[in-house]
């Protein structure tokens, strides 16, 4: 039975994540990095994009790709 899952680079602070939580994270991370990448009406809209990213104007593709990494190593931990 799955429990949790433990995130983090360094070992003294990580972050505990129910499995349930990791999963549905991991789900979200990946449709996330979808909306940032695809054409569309679909498509996350650049100010949409500018609040995520902090008021910064460019980096869609960038955190697209961010999101799907970490969706990526959320799954080969769970």
């Not at 994009?49 to 999101?67: D, I, K």
């Amino acid at each position: 039975m799955p429990g949790s899952v433990t995130i983090g680079h360094h070992l003294e602070n990580p972050a505990m994540v129910e499995h349930a939580d990791a999963e549905r994270m991991a789900l979200l991370l990946d449709e996330l990095g979808h909306l940032l990448a695809v054409q569309g009406p679909n498509r996350l809209s650049d100010e949409q994009v500018s609040a995520l990213l902090g008021g910064a104007e460019e980096g869609r593709t960038e955190l697209a790709q961010w999101c799907r990494e970490r969706a990526a190593q959320l799954h080969d931990r769970l």
